[in-house]
């Protein structure tokens, strides 16, 4: 008998993909491991993609039959390499890129006194006292859907969940999960409202600009849910 397939979740940043941890444990019981060592987007794209690569090759021949699901912030190639012909199932969920940067800014800014060594830029933001403008158009938050999905093809994912349409989608993937969903009680943007975060309309226009590759991919997936 073939294996089932090992569930790889990304938890792409401000996605509600806390909330949909406590899913996939509830789904995945003892088999449920979380990754998020890596910290991708606190160093420059070189370190990056080496770190990925250097993972990937860790792993391989390492992940027992007992681990089930992976879920965590991790470039989508570093379980690309590590598993290599093991059967998997590749998921993640998207949301409105302007909206997930101002949840990025907010999240980033809250509860935190920038002392962690392991986060430079994040330190680096708040010695610096950046605003949401220079947050979200600046070079090193640029297209972040785009920084994570480097080297793997989004052919490969089995799913792609909006954020926005969390429950719904939710059930969509029921049948992947092989179980009924549990909801995690949790709210996108609970402090914005059921609208979102407000943002002035010029300046939506050049985030939209300036993560263009985001933005289209966002509008790739909308469609293709949508049919």
Known sequence: MKPAPLLVSLHLPKTAGTSFA?????????????????LPMQHGTWRRRRDAVRGG????????????CIHGHFL???????????????????RDPVQR???HHAYWRRDYDGSD??????????REDWSFERFALGREMRNIYRQYLWGFDLARFDFIGITERYESDLDRLAPILGCEPVVAAALVNPESGDDGYEVEPGLRRRIERHHAADVAL????LGRRSR
């Open 22 to 38: 406590e899913t996939l444990r509830a789904a995945c019981g003892v088999g449920f491991r979380a990754d998020y060592d890596d």
């Open 57 to 68: 090759l860790a792993l391989r021949g390492r992940l027992g039959a007992d681990v089930t």
């Open 76 to 94: 989508a190639l570093k379980y690309g390499i590590a598993l290599g012909p093991r059967p998997v199932r590749y998921i993640t969920w998207l």
């Open 101 to 103: 940067l101002v949840s």
């Open 117 to 126: 060594p392991a986060q430079p830029l994040r330190n680096r933001m708040l």
């Open 218 to 221: 966002y509008q790739r997936v």
